[in-house]
Structures are given as C-alpha cells and as structure tokens.
C-alpha cells in the first residue's frame, strides 16, 4: 500500500468513526460460480462491523467514507465545510483495491461506505454506486456491503443501488425537525422520509416480484436503518422514541441507532468540548428501543408527558414496573406469555421456557433461576409455587431500593461504560 492510500485511509476510516448504523443482520446472499465456472469471492455473514451478531460472533468491515469533503456545514459534523481539518478522497478503484485486498487477508469480512457530499448528491452518490457496482460485477465479490444513501439523490441511483447493497441507511440526524434546522439548515427530514420511502417501496415491490418469478434479484435483504444524534440538543427522550417508533412503522426499518453525541467543536448551541457524551442514555435508549420491538411495548407506556425523559439510575423496563405496581405481582404459573415478558429481570427465552416447562407442573423459585431468570429483580413482581405468603406488599420506593442496593453492591467496582443491553 503506497503512502498516499495509508494516508487517505487514516482520514477517512477516522472520519467515519462517528457513523454508528453500521451493524447489521439479515442478508443471506451466496457465493454463486459466474460465467465460465468462475467462483466469486466472499459470502455475506449474519453480521458485520467489530459487533456482536445473534449467535455471538464478533465481525468486523471495513468502515471508511469515500470523501470527507463536504458542501454542507453542519454544526455537529467533524467533516463540515467549516471545519479546519485534512481533507481527503478516494477513487472508485482504490475504495475497490482496499476492500478486495483487506478481505484476502482476512482483515474485514464486508464494507460500510458513507460520504461526505462534494459538488452534489448525484455526483456523490454515483461514484459510490461505480464503487459496489465494480466489487459486484468484475471482482465477483459476494461480501456484504453497507451502503449510505445520499440525502437528495435521484430515484434512478438510489434503486440500482440497492441490486447491490446488503443494506442501506440514511440518517435522521436530529431527533427533531426544529434541532435539525438549527444545527443543519441545509437538511430536512422531509429529505430522509423521501429517500427512505424508495428504497422500502422498493424492497416491497422486489418481494413481491420474486414471489411470481423466481429470477426477480434481491433489492437490499438486509433492509434499512437509521441514526439520530442524542444530546446535541435539548430534545427528550421522548421526542427521540416518538420518532424512532413512526419510522419503524412506516418504513419498516431494521433498526435505529442512538449516538451519544461527542462535542466537537466550540459552538455555544451545543454541549461545550469537554463535556462528557450521555453513554448512559444512549444504553438506556437502546434498552427502550429493545422493549419496543421485542417486547411488546407502546412508546406512550415508556415515556410521555408525565415522565419525558428515562431515568438514568434504573433501566426502562423496571421503571415501567415501579410506576404499575397495581399490575404486580403476577403468578408465574398462571399469568400469559405477554405479562410474563413485562417482568424485569425476565427476558424473551426465559419467557418461552417458563410457558413451555409449566405445563408438566408448577414452576418453583429455584427452577426459574436455572432457566436464566434474574431473579433477585424479577423476586419482587412474581409468586411461584414456593413464594411464602405475605400480608404486606412492599411498596415501589422499598422495590427499588432494594434492586439498587445489590446492584451497587455487586456491580460498582466492575461498572463499565460498555453498552449493555440485557434487562
């Protein structure tokens, strides 16, 4: 690798550090011999991106921007036009030479490539397209590829795009209309939902296609996502989860990413440089978006005028429980699949394997703790078979005390700003 290509790869692949929507599952595309018997090079994974996917697997990609020139000027953006940085850009054949090259040597097993926009969205999102189109059709490669779409791109681009992409995202950025016009003027999210809506028009219509003719290709299998700054701005967690959960619905989005914003720059609308990034509620926001797609959830039950924002101390779930005590506590033998999911300190196979194991008898104390059940949490919403009788219910004050001493207790010399998501 010449000096100059190991230059621009430091600036770039530093500069997409930022993009957190790079995680993905879902695409299944196969290594398929081409004409000739030639066989093609890589088959795509169940995830990607130095992240754990389902069956705990660490993977990793190859995660650059293809420019980090830009003609917007947003506030929170390190590559804005008025930042003061090292610029840097690649061709189409050196973003195609480093992928082909780094995946030989089994340094990444797929690409996330983003952008900065120079001279306009169509130019910008063109040369990306050369850049998956070459990998594709003329070195046969078979990886996964996570592609940005380019906010205001035509329609023509973005739907050949996604023949060969894995998946595809667009950033919100903000979570509300009035802090993307503060800090980025130049966006909209009437913008974003445009975009988003061809793309998940397209991978309906494609399913439905294939449905008839079994040649039909794929149109982005493993679907879209998103990502919204937090902390920037004075929004609520509310604003963030009222957004997050429209945008699941409508676009069908495969997920949403938080990021933590980390100040940047000297600019008094946004947190000073210095100030420590909100991890906490980024894990927090992460746990919520997990109540709402797993477990069955409303956004309203979680966050709503009364408490806007999540409180940082104890996760969403057990605080949803401590505002409804008049729904607990539940008999684990008796109570259905959906209210057992409630129960903190009980997750989704812990719920099926209760289900499933009471049919042959009552389920006691110590068999729940052998299914994986956190029970020294979930002790204070459920009765099992062995439960002793108690005249007096503690009361949500004395439930929370109580988890948060062994929490502290158990916990404090190991606390680490990791993100975590079991509840």
């Not at 030479?97 to 969205?121: C, D, P, V, W």
């Not at 008094?268 to 978006?289: C, F, K, S, V």
């Not at 006691?364 to 007096?392: E, K, W």
Request: with cysteine; net charge positive; charged share 25%.
């Amino acid at each position: 690798m010449s000096e100059r290509i190991r230059e621009k790869l430091q600036i770039l692949a530093d500069a997409a550090k930022y993009d957190v929507s790079c995680s993905s599952s879902g695409s299944n595309r196969k290594n398929t011999s081409k004409g000739g018997g030639q066989k093609g090079v890589g088959d795509t994974g169940s995830g990607i991106c130095h992240t754990y996917t389902e069956d705990g697997r660490c993977v990793s990609l190859l995660k650059i921007l293809f420019t980090n020139v830009c003609i917007f000027d947003c506030a929170y953006c390190v590559s804005r036009r008025s930042n003061d940085i090292k610029r840097a850009s690649f061709t189409v054949d050196e973003v195609v030479q480093l992928t082909m090259n780094f995946y030989r040597r089994n340094y990444i097993e797929g690409l996330f490539l983003s952008s900065g926009i120079f001279k306009n969205a169509d130019y910008t999102m063109e040369r990306m397209l050369q850049v998956v189109k070459k990998l594709r059709l003329e070195e046969h490669y078979n990886g996964y590829i996570h592609l940005k779409t380019i906010p205001g791109a035509s329609e023509a681009l973005i739907q050949e795009a996604g023949l060969y992409a894995d998946r595809m995202s667009i950033n919100l950025e903000m979570p509300t209309e009035a802090g993307l016009k503060l800090l980025a003027p130049e966006k909209s999210h009437a913008e974003v939902k445009h975009d988003l809506g061809i793309v998940h028009r397209n991978i309906v219509q494609f399913k439905q296609d294939r449905k008839l003719i079994r040649s039909t290709p794929k149109f982005v299998p493993a679907g879209q996502s998103t990502q919204m700054v937090v902390g920037a701005t004075a929004d609520t967690d509310k604003d963030v989860l009222l957004l997050a959960d429209q945008y699941y619905r409508n676009f069908q989005l495969r997920r949403v990413y938080y990021s933590g914003y980390i100040p940047i720059s000297h600019d008094q609308r946004m947190p000073a440089i210095g100030t420590l990034p909100p991890l906490i509620r980024e894990n927090r926001l992460y746990q919520t978006d997990w109540l709402l797609r797993f477990y069955g959830f409303g956004v309203q039950e979680i966050v709503n005028e009364q408490h806007p924002n999540l409180e940082l101390e104890i996760d969403p779930k057990l605080a949803w429980a401590l505002r409804n005590p008049h729904l607990f506590p539940i008999d684990i033998n008796r109570a259905d699949y959906p209210m057992i999911l409630r129960v903190p300190g009980i997750g989704v196979k812990s719920a099926r394997k209760i289900v499933q194991a009471r049919r042959f008898g009552k389920l006691h104390s110590d068999q729940l703790q052998r299914m994986g059940v956190a029970y020294n949490r979930a002790r204070h919403f459920i009765r099992c078979a062995d439960t002793p009788f108690s005249l007096r219910n503690p009361t949500p004050e004395q439930i929370r005390s109580s988890i948060l001493a062994v929490a502290n207790s158990k916990y404090a010399a190991t606390l680490s700003p990791q993100l975590q998501l079991g509840f």
